[in-house]
């Protein structure tokens, strides 16, 4: 009954969430809270049992023969603040001076302007709102695109690729939730995954590269030669930059915010705090010296959309979780769907879901994903002797193809303003994140987080 159960949890929230008849939030509570419930009638468990299971869920715990518990309030608190943090620097123009300059420097030049491109994606991204990042750099590359004769499609991939590895970021989103599933730090995961983030980054720098080679020649241009662009229409872009919600930057302030910010991520890198801590406490700093009281809570009403929205999610998983793990469903559906994997074959569980767990991830809701798959693999990859940070890393496997995905809403805003169908945009992103999710799987493999 209670693998019975515990499949049924699994499925209805699955359907549920797909078929949007309720949000992943509703769906992570109100489906374990039913199926919780159903579970204690039919077995005669007192139904009180099931705010104990939600606490362990959703808070430390310790006990003398366990590790503590790390429940999911630390990632969730973790990516509140991260978020926040980020918002704050996009609003007081800390990137602004790095990005006009590369543009001053690119001057026409199709190679420069590819890299350039390449560039100011991965820094806007780093807020890890996709929606933003596409706003600004297409508010600032179209009109140049459009005047030089260079591809949209060029410009959507080097907005895209940037953003499927900033989504890979602490505060993207999937690693919370990821940590949140496996009870790991968010620090931990991010170490395992930061070689495959550096190489992959590489790459677009070099995919890059190659397009501003084609782009050279399709358009015949001749380096020195011609100036293609004009000071009005660099000074244009640049505005797009410096001018977006101008009254919010802190110019002044530069040196003060980019000191703070390499001091959390080294913090944050070298694990000498918490994600949680640090971006707490650097939140705070960068509110107090960056604007006024009245300005502070503005800025927290203003950038805190997106940080509850996705910390909401984090702790309705605290509620699945604590139910699916604390019930017994969760070991059961393990035990059973460990029973289907052949001996010869359970070592290599982590190399099989990299690949199985990326056709997930391309077809589900990234919540239904992480919530509604990973619970169920984690349990068996452990039954093989594979680490939960092993089982992490495989599940990331398949963001290098995430954003294919028209489940992800804000890429029709991308196709919009590069003026793609869905069907090319496809095309051309599959064209290149195949490469980049065989740069995932080969880094893993040689760093040693992904088991044969």
């Given amino acids: 009954m209670v693998t019975i159960l515990g499949y049924l949890?699994?499925?209805?929230f699955l359907v549920l969430v797909i078929r949007q008849k309720l949000s992943p939030f509703s769906g992570l509570i109100i489906v374990s809270l039913a199926i919780g419930t159903v579970l204690c009638l039919t077995s005669n468990i007192p139904l009180d049992n099931i705010i104990g299971w939600i606490k362990e869920g959703l808070f430390y715990s310790y006990k003398a023969d366990e590790k503590i518990k790390l429940g999911t309030i630390n990632p969730t608190v973790m990516i509140l603040f991260a978020i926040l943090y980020f918002s704050l620097m996009m609003n007081v123009g800390l990137f602004d001076p790095l990005c006009t300059w590369l543009i001053r420097k690119a001057n026409g030049d199709p190679l420069k302007i590819m890299m350039v491109t390449a560039f100011t994606s991965s820094v806007v991204t780093l807020d890890g709102d996709g929606t933003t990042t596409i706003l600004i750099i297409t508010s600032a590359f179209v009109p140049l695109y459009?005047?030089?004769?260079?591809?949209?499609?060029n410009l959507a991939m080097l907005i895209i690729l940037p953003c499927g590895l900033g989504n890979c970021l602490p505060w993207g989103g999937p690693l919370a939730r990821a940590a949140a599933v496996l009870n790991l730090e968010v620090n931990a995961l991010f170490v395992a995954i930061l070689p495959i983030l550096a190489v992959s980054f590489i790459y677009v720098f070099g995919m890059a590269y190659f397009m501003g080679i084609k782009e050279r020649k399709r358009l015949g241009y001749v380096r020195g030669k011609q100036a293609i662009v004009t000071p009005a229409q660099i000074r244009q872009m640049t505005d797009a930059i410096r001018h977006h919600e101008k009254e919010l930057k802190r110019p002044?302030?530069?040196?003060?915010?980019l000191a703070l910010t390499a001091t959390l991520l080294v913090t944050l890198l070298?694990?000498?705090?918490?994600?949680?801590?640090?971006?707490?406490?650097?939140?705070?700093?960068?509110l107090t010296v960056n604007y006024t009281a009245a300005?502070?809570?503005?800025?927290?009403t203003a950038n805190g959309g997106d940080a509850i929205a996705v910390a909401s999610i984090i702790m309705a998983a605290g509620c699945f979780l604590g139910i699916f793990n604390g019930s017994g469903m969760a070991a059961a559906v393990a035990n059973s769907l460990a029973g289907l994997i052949p001996p010869s074959m359970g070592t290599h569980t982590a190399l099989i879901f990299a690949f199985i767990g990326?056709?997930?991830?391309?077809?589900?809701?990234v919540d239904a994903y992480y919530f509604g798959i990973l619970p169920v693999i984690a349990p068996v990859a452990y039954s093989f002797g594979i680490t939960p940070t092993e089982i992490g890393v495989a599940s990331f496997m398949g963001q290098a193809l995430r954003y294919a995905s028209p489940t992800v809403a804000w890429l029709f805003l991308l196709m919009n303003r590069t003026e793609m169908t869905l069907g090319q945009y496809q095309k051309e992103f599959f064209k290149w994140s195949l490469p980049m999710f065989a740069i995932f799987i080969v880094v893993a493999l040689l760093t040693g987080q992904l088991p044969l």
């Fill in 9 to 12: 949890l699994i499925a209805a």
């Fill in 146 to 153: 459009k005047q030089m004769g260079l591809k949209l499609s």
């Fill in 252 to 257: 002044h302030l530069f040196w003060f915010n």
């Fill in 270 to 286: 070298m694990g000498w705090a918490s994600g949680a801590l640090t971006f707490l406490a650097g939140t705070a700093i960068a």
């Fill in 295 to 300: 300005e502070q809570r503005e800025r927290i």
């Fill in 358 to 365: 990326a056709l997930a991830c391309f077809a589900l809701p």
